[in-house]
């Protein structure tokens, strides 16, 4: 049951929250996602939530999202290269005067590993990543290369390169290779909520585009996994699309060992997570990993 308005803690006061640098650049430990400013709802069996977003998103919108997060401390946003109007918009809103960082989520083919990355240094990207999907689905069919040629192409554009996944497997992959990323995006959500994944959900690929209620089967395992590993780590779908409240997931998140969290939140959601991350991370949180940002 939601709180009355006057149990609610307060909004915070504008000003900077906690951050850390991957490679030369300073990033706030939450990190404003962009699936729903593109219009992509996780919203399990809700068919006409993406429909909703688009119609809520307008460009207005969008641009009073980045400069309510910049107001809060939020310094960096992720959206997704492959919509045609981010790249656009992010320099008009540049142009009007905002600061707030980018990093692109890329989605490049076997065909062609450079254009997406290039489309994002143009837009004004300081960092990109592999698409989660993507990197999934090379290091299942053990690709791997191809997924060190991506991060080195984004790494000669100017950026910061990463490499997201839903399965552990692709992270392990890219570190039995070598790959020299900059940092890794990786899912992480414990179970205990009300849609979460079924009994009968117990195999590999996790399918985003046709399974709608969980994003990391291996949470335990991908904690145990990062704790051995020196690199960032930003941690994706923490509230499990909306299903976990966000002092509950984020607290999971940074106890964990992520670095960053990465967030899909609507305008009216900026101030209130961000309070929330910054009195957590005030606090003594139970975290035996060390932060690598």
């Known amino acids: 049951m939601a709180q009355p308005a006057a ?15 991957i490679g030369k650049i300073e990033i706030s430990r939450l990190i404003c996602g962009g699936n729903l400013i593109s219009g992509y709802a996780h919203s ?12 809520y998103f307008s460009e207005e919108k969008i641009f009073a999202t ?18 045609p109007r981010v790249g656009r918009l992010y320099r008009d809103y540049v142009k009007r005067g905002g600061k707030i960082q980018y990093v692109a989520q890329i989605n490049p083919t076997a065909e062609d590993l450079t254009t997406s990355a290039k ?38 554009h100017g950026m910061i390169a990463g490499v997201a996944a839903h399965a552990l497997r692709t992270p392990m992959a890219v570190e039995k290779a070598g790959i020299a990323v900059d940092y890794y995006v990786k899912t992480l959500h414990h179970d205990n909520y009300w849609s979460k994944r079924r009994p009968d ?55 964990s060992g992520a670095d960053f969290a990465l967030v899909g939140m609507f305008d009216f959601q900026i101030a209130d997570d961000v309070y929330i991350v910054k009195d957590l991370l005030a606090a003594k949180l139970k975290r035996p990993r060390a932060w690598f940002a």
Not at 10 to 19: D, E, F, K, L, R
Not at 66 to 83: F, K, P, R, Y
Request: charged share 25%; glycine share 10%.
């Open 66 to 83: 980045w400069a309510l997060c910049e107001q809060h401390g939020i310094n960096t946003m992720v959206a997704s290269s492959s919509d």
């Open 44 to 55: 399990r069996d809700l068919i006409y939530v993406s429909n909703l977003l688009k119609h």
């Open 119 to 156: 489309q994002a240094a143009d837009a004004g990207a300081v960092g990109a990543f592999l698409l989660g999907n993507i990197g999934d689905k090379w290091s299942r069919e053990g690709a791997v290369g191809r997924i060190g040629e991506v991060v080195e192409i984004i790494k000669d």
């Open 7 to 21: 149990a609610r803690a307060p909004a915070p006061a504008a000003g900077t929250m906690p951050g850390g640098k």
């Open 201 to 255: 959900q117990d195999k590999e690929p996790i399918d985003n585009y046709k399974v709608d209620n969980y994003w990391c089967m291996d949470a335990a395992e991908t904690v145990e996994f990062m704790a051995k590993i020196k690199r960032p780590w930003i941690a994706y779908k923490v509230l499990a699309a909306g299903a976990i409240s966000p002092r509950d997931g984020f607290r999971y998140a940074f106890e």
